[in-house]
């Protein structure tokens, strides 16, 4: 019965790894379209001056600060903080992503960035599944070894007290 389980966990481990990391990977990768088919460029004007920045906000690795732009869509103005390159006076245009009502959406992600993310996201799901089964098949072991313990016990107590009283 033992060998049947430890078979049958690690094809089951095999399958749910595979199996969860693919659909996890391909519904990230859509995610990924979907969220880049609703981002649209639109131009916005600084607001602002970058050197006058929202207080306490960090500058960005790329050198970018945060600002305060204004844009337009279909008719109706919006504001928003988005990166600009430090320095940048008031009246500067600059290009922001929107999403389908005029709200600021992170940039697209590129095809490369795409891949990476849903393989990631493949690998980290595809080994909780596969840990999971694992775990499982361990699971069904221990009972199975606690139940043999159990039986060798009652054994025990039947055979011991007979082969005690054969040795004294």
């Not at 940048?88 to 940039?107: H, I």
Request: contains cysteine; charged residues 20%; positive net charge.
């Amino acid at each position: 019965m033992e060998a049947w389980i430890v078979l049958a966990t690690w094809v089951f481990v095999l399958l749910a790894g595979v199996v969860a990391g693919r659909t996890a990977a391909a519904a990230a990768d859509h995610a990924v379209a979907v969220r880049n088919a609703h981002a649209h460029p639109v131009q916005a004007v600084q607001v602002e001056d970058a050197a006058r920045a929202p207080q306490g906000v960090p500058e960005y690795s790329d050198g970018s600060v945060w600002a305060k732009v204004s844009w337009t869509v279909a008719g109706v103005t919006h504001t928003g903080l988005t990166k600009v390159e430090p320095g940048q006076r008031a009246g500067t245009a600059v290009t922001v992503w929107t999403g389908r009502g005029g709200e600021l959406v992170a940039r697209p992600v590129g095809d490369d960035q795409a891949r990476v993310q849903a393989r990631l996201v493949g690998s980290l799901v595809g080994a909780c599944a596969a840990g999971g089964m694992l775990v499982c098949g361990l699971f069904a072991r221990g009972r199975l070894d606690r139940r043999r313990m159990e039986e060798w016990d009652r054994e025990w107590e039947s055979v011991g007290p007979r082969w005690r009283r054969t040795i004294g």
